[in-house]
Nanobody
Framework: QVQLQESGPGLVKPSQTLSLTCTVS??????????WSWIRQPPGKGLEWMGA???????YYNPPLTSRTSISRDTSKNQFTLQLSTVTPEDTAVYYC???????????????????WGQGTQVTVSS
């Protein structure tokens, strides 16, 4: 059974870049035909899909976040990473990494659209 674990700083200052890593165990991030996503949930709001990297290394981003978001991977470590630049307090959220076999959850993500989730990590943007 694949397991995902997010890691990274819990506090980021405004205007800085948020960097998170998702470490995957029990399965390869290059396995056909999965997508590996970053999803966040601001306090009191719903889930927001941020972007994904495919098994082949292609990247996809939520249009409103495209200019600030970068997703990459390290296949030797079976990890993928999120970088979100120029953060503001509105980027405060619980950040999740997740796996899916389709793009169904890329609009309005639901828990069931992804077959594996990390436990989530709280990131607060504050000076």
């Amino acid at each position: 059974q694949v397991q995902l674990q997010e890691s990274g700083p819990g506090l980021v200052k405004p205007s800085q870049t948020l960097s998170l890593t998702c470490t995957v165990s029990g399965g390869s991030i290059t396995a056909n035909y999965y997508y590996w996503s970053w999803i966040r949930q601001p306090p009191g709001k719903g889930l927001e899909w941020m972007g994904a990297i495919s098994y082949s290394g292609n990247t996809y981003y939520n249009p409103p976040l495209t200019s600030r978001t970068s997703i990459s991977r390290d296949t030797s470590k079976n990890q993928f990473t999120l970088q979100l630049s120029t953060v503001t307090p509105e980027d405060t959220a619980v950040y999740y990494c997740a796996r899916s076999a389709s793009t169904t959850g890329w609009g309005k993500p639901r828990t069931a659209d992804f077959d594996s989730w990390g436990q989530g990590t709280q990131v607060t943007v504050s000076s």
